[in-house]
């Protein structure tokens, strides 16, 4: 079996998302966004064949709604715990315990992250380079974390939603003897000062020449013309 990347989403138009951007954008302009953001890491996900695809979707109600977003190459599988940690333990867990090699999760906010990270994060943990890889976010935490065995103590107890969740999970990996890998570093985009920073990125690239997140670009440019 390929290794598992399973990209981390809420259902769009189920409940309020980019929240910390409701107040420069309306809640259904945030909630396309979103949508562009998780549509476009699908496609890019998709292409990658050194992986399986998996889609790890929020509420569990919305599988309808996700079965038809999603490409055919993807497994659904619904988020099960009361929290995030919970919830990563479960899904990475889960990918292991049917024999996949390794099983990352991932963010769906972060739409110009390049897809050679999520490859090298994948030939990383299935070379056996390393016990857990991770993909740091300019905020403090991580856009990715792979796991080759089942490691709940990396998702326990961690300060989620601050800036503090990469240097815990490093400290909790150090202090179990675990060998870490570390991605190039790369923004996500939570509050509108990172949407700037994103349309700024988005015009300075050549859309002809690197394609990329096409939905999400035709938006930034709506939102700010």
């Known amino acids: 079996m390929k290794p598992a990347v399973a990209v981390m989403a809420r259902v769009p138009g189920l409940e309020p998302v980019k929240s910390r951007l409701h107040h420069s954008l309306t809640p259904e ?20 064949p050194q992986i399986q695809p998996v889609l790890a979707f929020t509420p569990a109600s919305g599988q309808r709604r996700m079965e038809a977003l999603a490409p055919a190459a ?96 490093l400290e909790r990996a150090q202090r179990m003897g675990l060998r870490a890998h570390l991605l190039p570093e790369w923004f996500d985009v939570d509050t509108e000062a990172d949407l700037r920073r994103l349309a700024v990125d988005l015009a300075a690239q050549a859309p002809e020449a690197t394609g990329g997140p096409w939905r999400t670009r035709r938006c930034v440019e709506a939102i700010y013309t």
């Open 29 to 48: 302009t945030a909630t396309l966004l979103y949508r562009c953001f998780l549509l476009d890491r699908l496609d890019a996900v998709a292409a990658l």
């Open 74 to 169: 993807f497994r659904l599988v619904a988020q099960e715990g009361p929290e995030l940690g919970a919830r990563l333990t479960n899904l990475l867990g889960g990918l292991i315990a049917d024999g996949h090699p390794a099983a990352m999760a991932m963010d769906s906010d972060s739409p110009t992250l390049p897809m050679a990270h999520v490859v090298e994060a994948a030939a990383v943990l299935s070379e056996g380079a390393a016990d857990v890889v991770l993909g740091p976010a300019e905020d403090g935490g991580y856009y990715l974390i792979g796991i080759r065995r089942r490691l709940a103590v990396l998702f326990t107890d961690i300060p989620w939603s601050t800036d503090q969740v990469l240097a815990v999970t």
